[in-house]
């Protein structure tokens, strides 16, 4: 009698542990959850970056990237900026571009953290264990890989065919 409690106790943990094994496991829709933060972070980047870029080579003070690039090579040396003739209006907006550049890291960080646990974008457990899936199985990491790739091409591709209006001539 021992026995076969023992036996059908053995197999009601093995079918928990079953059980347990499938909550764990990756879908395919918690693959897209992550590659879909992945690619919005991306975006996210790429678009502060062009801030940035616009906030260099349209800034009036500054006066473009070369005079930037100027002023960057001698920042924190007196003795340069003095010879590079920098006034404090270009002190100020430098340090205006430099501070914006200084943010972005934590403005990212943020904006990912966000969407993690954000339950409707992703959730922070679907994020754990995505993370961990792609560090034990390269399959799940190669897959993940492939998914952001498809995802960016075809946001690139959607860009590209809104970027350049026509006439419709």
């Known amino acids: 009698m021992k026995k ?6 053995l197999f009601a943990f093995l079918g928990l542990a079953a059980y347990a094994q499938d909550e764990d496991k990756v879908t395919d829709e918690d693959l897209t959850k992550y590659a879909n933060v992945e690619v919005m972070t991306s975006t996210y980047v790429e678009n502060k970056t062009q801030e940035l870029r616009d906030m260099i080579l349209n800034n009036e003070v500054i006066d473009g990237g070369a005079r930037y690039n100027e002023i960057k090579a001698a920042w924190g040396d ?10 404090e209006e270009e002190k100020a907006a430098f340090q205006a571009v ?3 550049q200084d943010s972005l890291q934590d403005s990212v960080k943020e904006y990912k953290t966000e969407l993690i646990m954000d339950e ?14 792609t560090k034990e199985d390269p399959s799940v990491k ?7 790739a498809e995802m960016k091409a075809k946001q690139d591709a959607e860009k590209g065919d809104t970027e350049d209006p026509t006439d419709g001539k």
């Open 142 to 148: 190669e897959k993940l890989d492939n998914l952001i």
């Open 4 to 9: 076969v409690l023992l036996f059908g106790t």
């Open 78 to 87: 007196e003795e340069k900026m003095a010879e590079a003739e920098v006034t």
């Open 120 to 133: 409707e974008v992703l959730g922070a457990g679907t994020y754990n264990k995505v993370l961990a899936a």
């Open 98 to 100: 430099k501070d914006f």
